[in-house]
Structures are given as C-alpha cells and as structure tokens.
C-alpha cells in the first residue's frame, strides 16, 4: 500500500470530490488520483513540464509558488472545500503543521488530511533540514513532529499514522481515538531517538489493514 492507493481509496464514493497536493515533485502521484477537481502547488515546477501537465491533466489547477504563499493570496480556489488534502511539501515539522492547519480550515466535513513521511526509519531520514553534503538517500525531515503536535494540542482532532510508504498521517476532524501528552516546549525539544524508543504512541501507529478498519468505523 502507498499514497497513491490510500488517496484513491479516501475518495472513493465522495460525489463531485475536490483533491489538493502541496509538494507535487514531478506529479507522479497527482497524476494518479482520481479525483474530480485537482488542485496541485509546486514552487520547483520546470516550465516545460507545467506544460506537459497542463496538456495531460486539463482540468487540473496548478500553482507554482510555495504553499505560504498560495495560501497567503490564492485560497480562494479553496473555499468550495476539500476532501482530501495530501501535505507533502516542505519535510519541515513547523512548515508541515503550517501546511496542515491552512489545510483544516478548507476541509469539508468527513473531509480527510493525509500527510506523507510521518516515520522515518533512521535518524539520517529525520534530520530537521537536509545539510549541505549530507549521504544521498531518503529525506523525511521532522515532520513527525506534526503528528506529535496534533496528538497532543488538537483535542478535536483524530490522527494515525499508517506503518507504509515512510508513514502516512492520516487527519480527520473528530474526537482521537488517544493522545498523547507533550507540551508544544517538550515536542520542539524532541529528538528521532524520542521517536524511534515509542514510535507507536507517539504516531498511533497503525498496520495498514486499519485503514478500511477506521473508515467502516466512520459510516
Ligand atoms: C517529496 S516531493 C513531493 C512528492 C510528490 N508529492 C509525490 O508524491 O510524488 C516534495 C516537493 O515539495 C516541494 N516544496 C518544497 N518546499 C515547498 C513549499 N514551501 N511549498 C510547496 N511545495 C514545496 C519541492 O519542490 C518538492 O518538489
């Protein structure tokens, strides 16, 4: 299971449903949601590329500036709603959370945000921004944080994080099914070995199979 399937599976049966990625790289996961209004941001965009997207996906909105400030002077586009928000731009803790709280005023009742790289698996992944000469390979920053954030500050919030594709924070509005608690002081001073010594508490982390277990919950 990845993003892709867990995105596509959120929206089935939502009628007239409305997608929004921040981060899109390449697109190579906008390009597979089936959703019926998209929307994507991507500050990185190569002009020829927008071009090849504009063509593939017609009905899709691009903007090409960074979600602070999208968010600061394009949201408009957003006050119909959204059903699924997938936040995978900046692998930054406070960026991401910025990313998701801009996300929650948008987001349609039932509505779900999903938030990519919630579980590093090394403390190279998770360091807080990518240095200069760092080994190549995987970047997921300390996003996580986010989740700790939410699961400790947001009682009218429910997040799990799904154990696939680096950890897939999955946010709804509703009562959490638990929390955790940690001080906004405590979550900034945290580090990946805080993380990796009770990952499952401090993510809700759950098997994949929980998915289709959480939604059936919800119906
Ligand atoms: C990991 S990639 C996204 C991958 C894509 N969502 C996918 O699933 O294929 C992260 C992207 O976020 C973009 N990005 C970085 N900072 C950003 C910001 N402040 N706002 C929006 N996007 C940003 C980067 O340019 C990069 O292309």
Redesign the pocket.
């Known amino acids: 299971m990845n ?2 399937h867990v995105i596509n599976r959120l929206l089935t049966s939502i009628p007239q449903s409305r997608y929004l ?10 390009i597979r949601i089936q959703a019926d209004c998209k929307i994507g ?5 190569p002009r020829l590329q927008l071009f090849w997207y504009l063509l593939t996906n017609c009905r899709a909105k691009h903007f090409r ?6 968010f600061a002077g394009h949201s408009k586009v957003l006050e119909p709603g959204i059903d699924v928000a ?1 936040v ?4 930054e803790y406070h ?1 991401s959370l910025k ?1 998701v709280q801009n996300c929650l005023r948008f987001l349609r009742p039932g509505g779900f945000i999903v938030m ?2 919630c579980n590093p698996a090394s403390a190279a992944a998770a360091v807080p921004l990518p240095q200069k000469g760092r080994e190549p390979g995987t970047w997921n920053g300390d996003v996580w944080k986010t989740i700790v954030y939410l699961r400790s500050q947001y009682p009218d919030l429910n997040a799990f994080v799904l154990d696939c594709d680096f950890g897939l924070g999955v946010i709804t509005k509703g009562i959490p099914e638990s929390t955790v608690l940690c001080t906004p002081d405590q979550i900034e001073a945290m580090s990946y070995d805080d993380l990796a010594a009770d990952r499952k508490r401090f993510l809700n982390l759950k098997k994949t199979e929980y998915l289709e277990e959480f939604l059936a919950g919800r119906t």
Do not use: K, Y
């Open positions: 993003r892709v990625e921040i981060g899109l790289n390449r697109g190579g996961t906008f941001i991507e500050p990185m965009w500036m960074t979600s602070d400030a999208f997938f995978d731009g900046l692998h960026q990313d990519h790289d």
